[in-house]
């Protein structure tokens, strides 16, 4: 008889657990409205950005999708990004899993892919000390040498190789942030055998790309892990799509060998006494690895020049589209120069607070008419499940700051498809007074949002001052003379920021002085950056 209740409570209770399960699994959420069902054909058929901007008209400001069983949310106005992303950031930090960007090439070691918690804190905590306000003061110095390096080489070959010229400027900054050397370095470890330039552009596009595979993964059923992740965890052996996988291994030990290559180096340097000051030895002093081992530290240096490049880059190349494109523009950023800066020496960063109308120039390229270096931001994702304007939000959900929708809010931005510095100059400017960021009264909306923004900004934008005041001040730059157009519509996906499609300029001397001074000055900033070699 005992035995008889026994089994009618075990089965009855075993039906309650599955009741209870039915329960949960069909509980409805009450999401965002959005497309309904599964949207991951319409992203292999359109740009992510144009897909937004079209469901944000259908939708609203906050519209939800679905790709498989993932849910995504998209944030395109600035309560709600403010509201979420930084206010409520012990929610909303977290990143969406990257199998193969994160888990695969990186082992998991790589922060700005990493999810929210103790590692990427400590993570930051390093990328905060190298790249803070104070810290980016430091970076000056070799950005304004580095600055003068790039007028000697767009006078030598007379503009044609801009965007090479560009990316060994912003390669040599970042390189400095994380290592205390410069483009040079590369060269250096080639010659070892240890590594090589070509090798080292690589691994960056690499990663971005992988950041694409990522989403590639999504719409094909034969990439197992992406799509069921608890895959990885059969034995090596027993995973069947692991060949797939190889590339991605060797690319992680190449990686891995490279960035302890540098970080090595500025030990070596620390110890003697002659490192530049950087995120390195910033590691290096007491407490200041934060607990990290050497491998995650070496991963975490890397991240200026996984960031910091592309996007950098971006910025500057699009200052030149724009200059070209806006004469008049151009004219009065060229006169202003003139008038503050004269003609017997090249503009430094004493020069920024006198420069408004440049500054306001910079402003406006980032917010930009054509499309954000990073235009949906990097998603961030819930580590909690929270309520927000009436909608369930599940843990798990990814979200993204629209950035691209952001920047042309009609009642921020008046008229937000003209392009228009004068826009930033007003005293109150509305971007100031309505964001409540963390940068209050700045215009960090292209950097993204909460805990995490990019830790970059200052060295960014310092980086794009100093190249676009000395190149406006030496030259005279125009489209091409071979008639090409400059065509600001087309861009090149990079995975994380969008550069101009490739595209031709003329670049001529101003004055008779910016020839004498780009020749003495740069003659000195090659001497001087021998500092920063090793
Ligand atoms: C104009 C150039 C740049 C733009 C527009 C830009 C934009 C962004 C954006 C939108 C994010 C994502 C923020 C978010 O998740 O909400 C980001 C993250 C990041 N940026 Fe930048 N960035 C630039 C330059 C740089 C530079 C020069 C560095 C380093 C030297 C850098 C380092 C990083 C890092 C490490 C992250 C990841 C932060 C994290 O996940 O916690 N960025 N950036």
């Known amino acids: 008889m005992i035995m008889v209740f026994d089994n009618i409570s075990t089965s009855s209770a075993g039906v309650l657990v599955i009741l209870v399960l039915l329960l949960i699994s069909s509980r409805r959420y009450r999401l965002p409205p959005g497309p309904p069902g599964n949207v991951a054909v319409e992203f292999t058929e359109s740009p992510m950005p144009v ?35 930084d206010k409520k950031g012990d929610i909303y930090s977290s990143r969406p899993r990257l199998v193969v960007a994160h888990d695969i090439l990186s082992g998991g070691k790589r922060g700005l892919s990493a999810p929210y918690g103790d590692h990427w804190r400590r993570w930051r905590k390093l990328q905060h000390m ?36 560009l990316w060994r400027f912003v390669t040599s900054v970042v390189l ?20 090589d330039a070509n090798h080292h552009r690589r691994t960056v596009p690499g990663q971005c790309r992988s950041l694409n595979i990522d989403r590639s993964l999504l719409y094909y059923h034969h ?33 891995t060998e490279t960035y302890l290559d540098f970080f090595n180096g500025v030990k070596r340097r620390f110890e003697a006494g002659i490192a530049k000051e950087c995120m390195g030895t910033y590691s290096l002093s007491k407490g200041g690895n934060q607990g990290m081992t050497d491998v995650e530290v070496a991963y975490a240096l890397s991240a200026p020049f996984s960031a910091g490049v592309d996007t950098t880059l971006s910025t500057i190349q699009w200052c030149l589209v724009a200059v070209v494109t806006y004469p008049d523009i151009t004219t009065r950023i060229q006169e202003e120069l003139d008038n503050v800066v004269g003609r017997d020496r090249l503009p430094t960063f004493d020069d920024e607070g006198s420069l408004p109308y440049l500054a306001a120039f910079i402003k406006e390229v980032t917010r930009r ?15 909690k499940s929270d309520v927000y304007a009436g909608y369930d939000i599940p843990a798990g959900t990814t979200v993204y700051g629209n950035i691209n929708a952001l920047v042309k809010i009609p009642s921020l931005f008046e008229d937000p498809e003209t392009f228009n510095p004068s826009r930033f100059l007003k005293p109150h400017s509305p971007v100031g007074g309505n964001w409540k960021g963390k940068v209050e009264g700045e215009f960090t909306i292209p950097f993204g949002f909460g805990r995490r923004v990019c830790p970059g900004i200052h060295v960014a934008l310092q980086s794009t001052f100093i190249s676009v005041a000395r190149i406006l001040w030496a030259f005279d730059i125009r489209p091409a003379a071979d008639g090409s157009r400059v065509d600001a519509t087309k861009t090149v996906n990079l995975g994380l920021a969008r550069i101009p499609a490739p595209f031709y300029i003329s670049v001529s001397v101003r004055h008779e002085h910016a020839l004498r001074l780009i020749e003495n000055e740069s003659r000195d900033a090659e001497l001087r950056l021998r500092e920063w070699e090793f």
Not at 176 to 195: A, E, N, P, T
Not at 369 to 383: C, K, N, Y
């Open 223 to 255: 990439q197992r892990p992406r799509k069921w992740p608890s895959l990885l965890w059969l034995p090596k052996p027993l995973q069947w799509f692991r060949p797939a996988l190889t590339m991605f291994e060797e690319i992680r030990a190449n990686d």
């Open 369 to 383: 008419l054509w499309r954000p270096a990073v235009p949906l931001a990097i998603p961030h994702a819930t580590s």
């Open 51 to 85: 897909l937004f901007d079209k469901w944000r008209k259908q939708y609203g400001p906050i519209f939800s999708f679905k790709i498989g069983t993932k849910l995504a949310i998209v944030l395109n106005n600035i309560k709600a990004t403010s509201d979420l992303l």
């Open 130 to 165: 190298g790249m803070n306000e104070r810290a980016a003061v430091y970076y000056r110095e070799q950005q304004t040498l580095e600055a003068a390096i790039v007028l000697r080489d767009l006078l030598a070959d007379g503009g044609n190789s801009h965007d090479e010229i």
């Open 176 to 195: 400095g942030v994380s290592y205390g050397c410069h483009w040079l370095q590369i060269r250096i470890l080639m010659s070892y055998g240890k590594s």
